[in-house]
């Protein structure tokens, strides 16, 4: 699952993003004071009510930042001023941390990732939102909206944090010639054996059946998160043959960069801050978005369907999709900003055609992080593999 540590975005990031400055002060509040409130318990929150005075999250590092760390990194100091609650944040090493700390009812919400979604909505851990009470989920861009892996039965679980796509990096003076296909990290006979790297994480079988997709048509996979029992034996046959060439698998990219950096990694399967941080370093590498397409990730802040501060979490919803806020934390973990008026707010104005934020085509090509489900979502029923599976399948690929 994806580890993010707080030393890698405290350390590298700041430094290539040590303009944020200190959270406008202009930021929307998710509407006026109400008389009561509605619970959540039951459906989605209808009336927005007076703030609790606090509001408890989980999230992943760097997406709740109020000045703690690097006094220049903050969008949250602002925030609690203006809207009378305090943020206290609970920081997660992975999806699957995240879902069992939601599960405890001690917390409002999360920043969850696509891979733990559904799983929280399916265990009725969270509760579907009413976007009225959101007013810049208006700016939201409209393909990150209704999404299959925050959306369920016509009802939004979330609001849209940003989004990303998983891309093959390779360094530049030991790769040639250039790769544009994900081949080159599942050729078992590959010259580069010892020094290929993958995401280490059950979800990373996506990857390979998005490979196989496209390259055994003959097995009928479309949708890599949809697997039966044919397909998920054939992804889990081409990951046990790429173990053999593997040199390390990474979850935490500080790893990643030491790997490359290093010479111990020469291709696999990377971020675009990693890229971008590697360069500044002066690392000769490269990544693309290889010809078969890509996974990725989309982000989304989900409430607990009992909070005990919904309001503050409506609030809190509203202002992490801000475009002030929404374009500081996009720039400073590195991915696309979900909020479409933050690019003109980023400190770095080419952040956002770095990260392809408003380049739909681009995001087409990648199957966003989907909780697998035994429900295939079409006429085979209930004879794909579940998240369970995966990960029991994942400790068999690793050995």
Known sequence: MRTRTLIALVGSVS??????????????????????TTSTTVGALQTLGASEGQVNLIAWAGYVEKGELDPKVDWVSQFEKDNNCKVTTKVAGSSDEMVSLMKTGQYDGVSASGDATLRLIQAGDVAPINTTLIPNYADVFPALKSKPHNTVDGKSYGVPHGRGANLLMWRTDKVS??????????DKNSKYKGKITA???????????????????????TNVYELD???????????????TIIGEYWSDYTKSIAAFTQGNSVAGTSWQVITNLLKKDNVKVESVMPKEGSTGWSDTWMIHKNAKNPNCMYRFMNHIISPEANAKVAEYFGEAPSNSKACALTEDKNHCTTFHATDEAYFDKVAYWTTPLKNCGDARGEVCKDYSEWVAAWTSVQG
């Not at 430094?15 to 009561?36: I, N, Q, R, V, Y």
């Not at 029992?229 to 173990?243: P, T, V």
């Open 15 to 36: 430094l290539l993003l040590a303009g944020c400055a200190d959270d406008d002060k202009k930021s929307s509040s998710a509407g006026g004071e109400a008389d009561s």
């Open 177 to 186: 010639p250039a790769p544009d296909s994900w081949g080159v990290v599942w």
């Open 199 to 221: 995401y280490d994480s059950p979800i990373y079988i996506a990857d390979a059946a998005l490979y196989l997709k496209a390259t055994k048509p003959d097995l009928g996979i």
């Open 229 to 243: 029992q044919k397909q998920f034996d054939a992804a889990i046959a081409l990951l046990k043959e790429q173990r």
